[in-house]
């Protein structure tokens, strides 16, 4: 167990991208850790859903670490493809793990798909837990359409080619529009009360 004069929490995951981007989102006294920071195992992602992934990753993350813990799932669901990639977002084009290799697969699979019928969106599920038990949950929602090529060079993952109403892509966003429009940022800030009472932090926060 991590002891700190500070409020801290455990971020459940092993992205940078994610990490920067929930940096923002909190006071800059709290300090955030990362499964890098610590010997962690989360379960495998077995659920069906987003948030049946983010319970359950918060839930272990939160009883080994044995202190405050938010975990999410996210990825992206495309009308097209039934849905996928899904909760399979990350793992698309198969192992190892690479953002390109599941931008190129995806752009490859939708090539055929006319601009109307490429609609798509972002789906995030956030979950906050303590000694095991789910506190608070959230869930984020931004739709798009699937561009025809990447652009942008912000963001990671399915970020440049997903192509917001206004004709730009998420990477193409500043990490400051991004952080207040995205799936995750979304989500998060829907979660920001509850996360700031467990953190034992009697202030509202604006996101900037």
Known sequence: MIHVSRPALLLATTNPGKRREFSKLVPADVVIHTLDDLDITLPPEVGVTFAENADAKAIAASQ????????????????????????????????????????????????DVPEPDRTARFVCAVALARDGVILARSEGVVDGVIATEPAGEHG??????????????????????????SHRALAYQSLLPALLNALGINTTLGVS
Do not use: H
Request: glycine share 10%; no cysteine; charged share 25%.
């Open 64 to 111: 080994q670490a044995g202190m405050l813990a938010l975990a999410d799932d996210s990825g992206l669901e495309v009308a097209a493809l039934g849905g996928a990639p899904g909760i399979r977002s990350a793992r698309y084009a198969g192992e190892p793990l690479s953002d390109q290799r599941n931008r190129d697969a995806l752009l490859d699979a939708m090539r």
């Open 156 to 181: 990671f993952g399915y970020d440049p080619i997903f192509r917001l109403s206004d004709g730009r892509t998420m990477a193409q966003l500043s990490p400051a529009e991004k952080n207040r429009i």
